[in-house]
């Protein structure tokens, strides 16, 4: 079966532009998450959606935005770019809330805003 | 912000020795889970411990909680180059039926010298 796939892998932007990061979870995941991980750190939790709703929201300023479409798969968006959202930008998906709650992370969009 | 927090932070060992890791969270929490990524690409669970049990066991991997000092230890047995990676817990303190948001910590640098 495949993973989370996310895209796309790398992307640059210019301070002030907007970003559309895309996610598709695994196969009968109806729950995606969406972590942003600055270089040295642990990821940070953003949101989580569950069927096609928010269910759960980080601290993070309303430049930051995402969507679910009824296929599951997800959108993040980031409006006037900062410096400092250049991350490693991770989707997970997981059977939350049924079964187990271990998360299954894609490979993730290593965004650089300069 | 993150919860836990790993010590310690950077790790080198050699081959076929044992590596311990440590992690703390301040809150109480549903479970622990430790993570590991590669190269500042996409995490990978490894375990999961419930805040009822004590010690947990997968493979070469021994995780233990001990939720009266709100912390965490993963063990890793006769290591191996392959093992060379960063290593997460997270932790899961959600209200049942409240969306899973992981908090991580910071992270340990493991390195393994063939």
């Known amino acids: 079966d495949a993973g989370v796939t996310q895209s796309p892998t790398h992307l640059i932007k210019t301070r002030g532009q907007h970003v559309t990061l895309r996610c598709s979870p695994i196969?009968?995941?109806?729950?995606v998450s969406w972590y942003q991980q600055v270089l040295g750190q642990g990821p940070q939790f953003i949101f989580q959606?569950?069927?096609?709703?928010?269910?759960g929201r980080g601290n993070f300023p309303d430049r930051f935005s995402a969507r679910q479409f009824p296929n599951y798969s997800s959108e993040l968006n980031v409006n006037a770019l900062l410096l400092g959202d250049s991350a490693l930008y991770l989707c997970?998906?997981?059977?939350?809330?049924?079964?187990?709650?271990?998360?299954?992370f894609g490979p993730g969009t290593r965004l650089t805003v300069t | 912000s993150q919860q836990g927090e790993e010590d310690p932070q950077a790790l080198s060992i050699q081959e076929g020795e044992n590596a311990t890791m440590n992690c703390s969270y301040k809150?109480?929490?549903?479970?622990l889970q430790w993570y590991r990524q590669n190269s500042g690409r996409g995490l990978v669970h490894l375990i999961l411990i419930r805040s009822n049990e004590r010690e947990k066991h997968s493979g070469r991997l021994r995780v233990t909680l001990d939720t009266s000092k709100k912390s965490s230890s993963l063990l890793i047995t006769a290591s191996r180059a392959a093992d060379t990676a960063s290593y997460f817990c997270?932790?899961?303190?959600?209200?049942?039926?409240?969306?899973?948001?992981?908090?991580f910590g910071s992270g340990t640098q493991l390195t393994v010298l063939p």
């Open positions: 196969s009968g995941h109806k729950s």
């Open positions: 959606y569950y069927e096609k709703e928010e269910r």
């Open positions: 997270a932790t899961d303190a959600a209200h049942s039926g409240s969306a899973r948001q992981l908090t």
């Open positions: 997970a998906s997981s059977l939350w809330p049924l079964g187990s709650y271990e998360q299954y």
């Open positions: 809150t109480s929490i549903n479970n």
